[in-house]
Every structure is written in C-alpha cells, then in structure tokens.
C-alpha cells in the first residue's frame, strides 16, 4: 500500500524528533573532546597552586604518603603541613604525567584539615569512549573487617540520580585474585590501590558530580571522594 504523504511527513517528524534527542542528551563527542573540556575544567580550578613550587616523588605509579609537618626551608617563612603537602605533592604528579583530573579523595568528607589521599583521573578508553582511573594512597590505621559500608551519591546536572550502600567487604568478592583489591579484615598499614571503571557510553551529556564514602564498622568516615565530570 503506497505510504501518503502525511504519513511519511509524520513518521519523518517522529524520526527528526528521536535524532534530536539522541543528539541532545546521548551523543557523545569524541573522546578527545571529552579529556580536553575536563582537563580545561581541572586547569581552571588550579591556578592557586602555581605560587608554590610542588614536590616531586613517586612511588611506583603513585606519590609517596604525606609524612612531613612543620616548617620547610624551601617554603621560606611560610607554613608548610600535611594538608598543603599533601594537595601539592598530588597535583603536581597530575601535571607531570599529562592527567586529566576529574576527582580526588581525601581522609575524611569535610574540615579544613582533610589530607587529600588519592586523584581520580580520565582517560580515553579503546576501542572508544572514556573511563576512569582512581588512585588511592593512604594507611589503615586500625582494622576494617565486617559491617563497614561503602556509600555512593551521584547527581546529573544537580539533580539526584543514584543513590546506594554497598558491604564493603563483599565488593571484590566474585573478582579474580589478580583483579582483587579488598581483603578483609583489611589488616592496618599502607595501601596502595589502582582501579579502572568504565564510562557508560549510553550516559546522557551532562555534568556528573559524584561522592562516595567508606563508614568503618565503627560508623566513622574514614575516607571520602568526590569527581565532577562532564561528557
């Protein structure tokens, strides 16, 4: 049966309206175009650094763990702590390894005396798209075993998305032993962790910003992280 011409009017409406949303809201730009506006996002909010000569140490992939207080000669007169060291020694690795930061991740949620422990890069992904990299350096200062509790927060565009808790010690659980990062009890002593996590593709643009934080089985915070991306 011959189509009419406003049935093929409508149905060329309906598919320039399917398009427009698919553009609008689930159509990636390339993942270059991705790194370079969160790279740009990131280099905007660390232009303070700059007036202070960050360290430079590695371990391995990673910063070495803050351990200095007090006042250094290189600083000169100024106030030289954990929380400054800490910030610089981090974003000064980001710049020397060409990152595009997206995230970092800290002792505690809030207070001016958080240490920032961790960075939370992008990276473009094959055979395309993005995906994440998390770092963390830090020391369990106590045990964590049983009853502690990951929490995660994530918003699109400001408003709520996703919202859960997870068993913290059961999050590796069904992994393979090289793929495995979670033992517990997670005995005390320092850590030094490496984790991937994938960037949907069918994500809608927008701006995510995320928050997740470890609850011991004590019900105290003892580390937190926050990203902000936009894809």
């Known amino acids: 049966m011959p189509i009419s ?7 060329l409406l309906l598919c320039g309206a399917v398009l427009g949303i698919y553009f609008s809201y689930f159509h990636h730009p390339p993942a270059e175009d991705i790194l370079a506006a969160n790279r740009k996002k990131s280099q905007d909010a660390d232009n303070s650094v700059h007036k202070v000569r960050a360290i430079k ?19 000169g007169d100024e106030e030289y702590d954990l929380v400054q060291e800490s910030k610089m020694m ?38 395309k798209g993005v995906k994440s990299r998390s770092f963390l350096n830090y020391t369990f200062d106590h045990e964590v075993y ?7 927060d994530v918003k699109y565009n400001g408003k709520d998305l996703y919202s859960n808790q997870f ?3 059961e999050m590796d659980a069904n992994k393979n032993a090289e793929d495995r990062l979670i033992y517990c009890p ?12 994938k960037i949907p593709n069918y994500l809608p643009v927008g701006l995510y910003t995320t928050k997740a934080w470890l609850v011991d089985q004590d019900k ?5 992280g926050f990203s902000e991306f936009r894809l």
């Not at 990673?62 to 207080?69: D, V, Y």
């Not at 995230?103 to 005396?113: A, H, I, R, T």
């Open 220 to 224: 105290k915070t003892i580390l937190c």
């Open 167 to 169: 068993d913290f010690c």
């Open 90 to 127: 981090w974003e000064d690795w980001i710049r020397e390894h060409n990152y595009v930061s997206i995230g970092e991740m800290y002792n505690k949620c809030e207070g001016s005396d958080r240490i920032m422990v961790g960075q939370v890069i992008m990276l473009q992904d094959k055979p």
């Open 5 to 11: 011409k406003k049935v093929a009017g409508v149905t």
């Open 186 to 197: 997670m005995k005390p002593g320092p850590i030094y962790w490496k984790k991937d996590m």
């Open 146 to 152: 049983e009853e502690s509790k990951l929490h995660i």
């Open 57 to 75: 140490a590695l371990r391995g992939e990673h910063p070495p763990e803050t351990k200095r207080q007090g006042k250094n000669k290189d600083y």
